[in-house]
């Protein structure tokens, strides 16, 4: 469960990026978060993954309170939490196998799980033909959805997705977007960042929109009250 | 923390990471190792020096003597007695009585053919203890007492020569400090560099494995195996390097001091602390400095 209780996130004095910001997104829910550029999206999510602490109010991610969490079991907090960026963020000399096998890797599994593991989210993904390729070889589309096994290969509760569709066309998003939701279905908290307005109207799932650091509508109509640009 | 959480099973993955980071940067690692090597070579020569200097003064205080000479008016038998007093101070080893016709003799085999010698009589010389003192450097403070004993006439002691080597042996003992000091810290900084190349050349991965929740003891720990075999690599070369120069100056010392002036001791003597010198030198800069230069990439 993430809940954030009236956080207030300031990069510089008198400047706040987030105006005090309440919400909480249930285990197992999944939820898009809308807002022209410059509203905080980013800045909440980075709340979520550690990377920055409020200024004031409270967050909580899966049981950790990240307003007082100490620095050791951050990287614990983080193993219940998946990440996929706008710019996929893949590791160019390795194979997309080693990319996914790397993060297991990175938190202690065993040899043997990897075996297991890597070829299971590969095949979910759709890239089990192509686990030889190097990121370099695939597609937009294809090194997206790289980022998303990668992030789902430790078997996090929740998955944050920042802007995953943002450099994709149509088609291509849709995919994305409809794989996310398998992933949800299958039981992972999800938080999208979008700024496709089409996709969103899309899906019938709760639409959460900030602006200027505020969520100025919540809720599960697919509507959601800001003039793209 | 890290490392305790780790299990075996990541082992061979440490060590293949920790050994690719020192060939992906082969040129950097090559010059490390070289430094290293250079580092803890006068590293060990210095320590090798102190180590036979220190034996050198322990012999010295072995036959260095302080001269002894009883009161000319004494018999033979009291002049005897006076040796068991001098036994009783604490920075006496050994004593020896040397009646004044041995005395003469010695006398006379060091100036023979001295014609303004030739004179002299067993009568003109005194009865004497040839003494060996434990610690030369208190010669001075023993000297003293030997004399307030009854019966001392005089004592003669070569303060220079013991005293000499004494501030030899701090003075070197000062210096390589100082040099092994700075050489280390020399070594550290190029291996704490040499394991920043690698750092800041995978910093995406460190970002990744950051984000997805490893522990800082885990992502620094093939960096620390890579600065570990490189400073490993260089106190092995360095050893073997050492152990070659070091018989080879004993052997070229040879053929020149016919004198055996420069008594040095073998190196297999010296293999022992050698080893843990050397061992001690490189596990130290390859861990210390890989460890520091570790600390800014984890800050995420
Ligand atoms: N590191 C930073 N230092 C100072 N100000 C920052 C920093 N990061 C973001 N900001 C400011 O905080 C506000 C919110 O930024 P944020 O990145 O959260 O926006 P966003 O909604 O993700 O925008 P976009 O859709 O363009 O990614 C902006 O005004 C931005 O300029
Ligand atoms: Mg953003």
Not at chain 1, 20 to 38: C, H, K, R, T
Not at chain 1, 125 to 152: C, N, Y
Not at chain 2, 181 to 207: C, F, H, P, Q, W
Not at chain 2, 253 to 281: C, G, N, R, S
Request: negative net charge; proline residues 3%; hydrophobic residues 45%.
């Amino acid at each position: 469960m993430i809940e954030f209780n009236n956080v207030v996130k300031s990069y510089s004095v008198g400047n706040k990026a987030l105006k005090g910001v309440s919400m909480q997104i249930e285990d197992g829910e999944f939820a898009f978060l809308v807002g022209p550029s410059g509203s905080g999206k980013s800045t909440i999510i980075k709340l979520i993954t550690g990377e920055l602490k409020p200024t004031s109010g409270t967050v909580h991610v899966n049981g950790y309170s990240l307003d007082r969490i100490r620095k050791r079991e951050i990287p614990y907090m983080r193993r219940t939490v998946g990440v996929v960026f706008q710019d996929f963020r893949l590791i160019e000399n390795k194979t997309v196998y080693e990319n996914v096998a790397f993060v297991m890797r990175a938190i202690g599994a065993r040899e043997r799980e990897i075996r297991d593991r890597v070829p299971y989210v590969l095949e979910l993904v759709g890239l089990d033909t192509k686990s030889r390729r190097h990121p370099g070889e695939l597609s937009g589309g294809e090194q997206q959805r790289l980022a998303i096994a990668r992030a789902l290969v430790n078997n996090p509760s929740t998955i944050i997705a920042d802007e995953p569709t943002g450099n994709l066309d149509p088609a291509r998003s849709l995919e994305i977007m409809s794989l996310l939701m398998e992933i949800n279905n299958l039981g992972t908290t999800m938080l999208v960042v979008t700024h496709a307005r089409d996709l969103v109207e899309r899906f019938p799932k709760r639409v959460i929109a900030i602006d200027e650091g505020l969520i100025i509508s919540d809720g599960m109509d697919g509507y959601y009250h800001y003039e793209d640009q | 923390m890290g490392i305790i959480i780790m299990k075996i099973n990541n082992l061979g993955y440490l060590l293949k990471e920790g050994v690719r980071g020192i060939f992906l940067h082969g040129f950097m690692s090559f010059a490390a190792v070289c430094v290293t090597v250079a580092c803890l070579l006068i590293v060990g020569s210095f320590s090798c020096l102190t180590y036979n200097v220190s034996i050198m003064v322990e012999d010295l205080n072995k036959t260095n003597e302080v001269l002894v000479y009883v009161d000319e008016t004494l018999p033979e038998a009291e002049a005897r007695s006076i040796g068991a007093k001098i036994s009783t101070l604490e920075n006496v080893f050994d004593r020896e009585f040397i009646t004044r016709e041995d005395a003469l003799k010695d006398f006379i085999a060091d100036h023979e053919g001295d014609e303004s010698f030739s004179g002299v009589e067993a009568s003109d010389l005194r009865h004497r203890f040839r003494v060996v003192l434990v610690d030369n450097a208190l010669m001075r403070e023993t000297v003293e007492e030997l004399q307030n004993i009854p019966g001392v006439a005089k004592v003669s002691a070569s303060y220079e020569l013991a005293e000499g080597f004494t501030t030899l042996q701090k003075v070197l003992q000062i210096v390589s400090v100082a040099v092994i000091g700075v050489l280390l810290v020399v070594s550290l900084l190029i291996i704490s560099n040499t394991v920043k190349l690698a750092m800041y050349d995978r910093r995406d991965e460190i970002a990744i494995m950051k984000m997805v929740g490893a522990t800082n003891g885990f992502i620094r720990l093939p960096f620390v195996v890579e600065g570990f075999t490189l400073g490993m690599l260089g106190a092995g070369v360095a050893f073997g390097l050492e152990w070659f120069l070091y018989d080879l100056l004993l052997a070229r010392l040879a053929e020149v001091d016919t004198l055996k002036l420069f008594d040095f001791v073998p190196f297999e003597q010296l293999l022992l602390p050698m080893v843990i010198t050397f061992t001690a030198a490189g596990l130290f800069v390859g861990i210390v400095g890989s460890w520091t230069s570790i600390r800014k990439f984890l800050n995420v």
